[in-house]
């Protein structure tokens, strides 16, 4: 009765067959007014019913003759294209043609994803794809299956591999990977991040050396220049070992999306590629997320597993659907900063009143601290504001599209007022601002 049943689950007769069978039936029926159809009739029907059982026998005499193995990450790499392998083995003495179901995770929403393809015999062959997941989490891989059929294709025998396994999707570390990459391939500004020439501004002194272009003439040496008849600069050795916290909101403001990913998720993104930054600068790297009455502090260190931690904090945040209390954010760096550090505030403002409520406390926090507070561009709202505008509906989405936009550069100039820092950009090159502006500070010596 198993045989019976697993046989039955794997058997489909295919459009191929039910086209032959139409085909004969409509033979039969021009026979019923042409009788000498009617021998042809038969010996068509004969035929299909011969190359029928051969086309079962050919698929299911050799046993299981197909398989399939999945190669992929444990770890899948959040907002990025990951790469998933099939490798499939034909076992048959003859070429089939193939049709492969991967049962991916539900989070990807893809009920129709199938690869179609052929197998020569006794070949083995590797089919590629890619998956870009847009939230972190647990992803459930489910079984393979793989629906075969040979030349004549009558019959299709499906074979179910299982190949159920669980993958976990981190903070994009390829984006990570990648810097690094290009970091050592010299190659950083193809991807928007700006060197800077100094070398330093602490008052650790290093060597002195000739005046090039670009050199800080607050540094000339004029004893030496005297000495030497040319233009000559102190060097000083680069500031290290500063803390250098990222603090992401956690809060409703975060859970704006952006070509699939939230403004949390763009967020902790770039937190890995600066905290990797910042650690390779020599700085100690730390991390704190808040909500509403939550407050969780990764305390900043140079080691190398720092990194490794900071991934690992970052893989369980999300965000809530209350705002998030600066204030409570405040008197927890208050006791437990115990040095001024460098702050990476990543959070946002759609209006001049929302950044108001959160002033007093920014304020408070800037007097301990370098405060950073880094917020989102509305890309929507651009898009809005360089539309043509054809009726006065059109007319009056538009002023206020370019209402809220001149908002956000209120905002800009309400944070300078008050001697905090702040940087305004758009999601997709948030990690590459931060970093900039990062290394704008060291070479200003504010950080």
């Known amino acids: ?30 026979a019923f007014f042409v009788p000498v159809l009617f021998q042809a009739a038969i010996t068509a029907l004969i035929v299909c019913s011969v190359v029928l059982l051969l086309d079962v026998a050919l698929l299911y005499l050799p046993g299981r003759a197909l398989q399939a193995e999945r190669r992929m990450s444990d770890r899948f790499s959040n907002g990025d294209n990951n790469e998933v392998e099939l490798l499939i083995r034909n076992g048959y003495t003859f070429p089939v043609q193939l049709e492969i179901v991967d049962e991916l995770p539900f989070q990807f929403q893809l009920r129709n994803f199938s690869l179609k393809g052929s197998l020569k015999a006794k070949e083995e062959k590797l089919y590629k794809y890619q998956l870009r997941p847009v939230e972190r989490g647990e992803y459930q891989f489910g079984n393979v ?42 190659k950083l500004s193809e991807m928007g991040v700006h060197r800077k020439r100094v070398i330093g501004h602490s008052m650790e002194f290093d060597h002195i050396k000739e005046y090039t272009r670009g050199d800080d003439v607050r540094t000339l040496n004029w004893k030496a220049t005297a000495r030497r008849g040319t233009l000559m600069v102190n ?13 992401i909101d956690k809060g409703r403001t975060m859970k704006m999306p952006f070509d699939g990913l939230t403004l949390l998720d763009y967020a902790i993104n770039a937190t890995l590629v600066f905290s990797n930054v910042a650690l390779g600068k020599g700085d100690k790297a730390g991390l704190v997320t808040f909500t509403g009455k939550q407050t969780e502090i ?14 690992e904090q970052l893989y369980a945040q999300t965000t809530v659907w209350t705002e998030s209390d600066v204030e409570r954010l405040g008197v927890h760096l208050r006791a437990s900063l115990s040095q001024r550090s460098l702050l990476i505030f990543f959070t946002n403002f759609e209006s001049i009143t929302s950044l108001q409520r959160q002033l007093p406390f920014l304020r408070q926090i800037a007097k301990y601290h370098l405060l950073l507070v880094v917020f989102f561009e509305n890309t929507e709202i651009k898009k809005l504001n360089e539309k043509q505008v054809q009726d006065v509906e059109q007319i009056y989405i538009q002023v206020i599209a370019q209402k809220f936009a001149h908002e956000k550069k209120q905002i800009v100039r309400e944070l300078a007022q008050y001697g905090i820092m702040s940087l305004l950009t758009t999601p997709e090159h948030l990690t590459v601002d931060v970093v900039n502006k990062y290394l704008e500070l060291k070479s200003r010596m504010m950080a």
């Open 298 to 311: 990764l305390a900043a260190s140079s080691k190398k597993v720092q990194l490794n931690k900071i991934l």
């Open 1 to 30: 009765m198993g045989i019976l049943t697993r046989f039955y689950r794997s058997f489909f007769l295919s459009t191929r067959l039910y086209l032959a069978l139409g085909v004969i039936i409509m033979a039969f029926v021009t």
């Open 145 to 186: 299956q793989l629906y075969v059929r040979s030349a004549f294709g009558l019959v299709t025998r499906r074979y179910t591999e299982a190949l159920e396994r669980t993958v976990k999707v981190y903070p994009s570390f390829m984006q990570l990977r990648n810097y690094e990459l290009f970091s050592i391939k010299h």
């Open 235 to 247: 060097n000083f050795m680069e500031e290290r070992s500063q803390q250098v916290y990222c603090v």
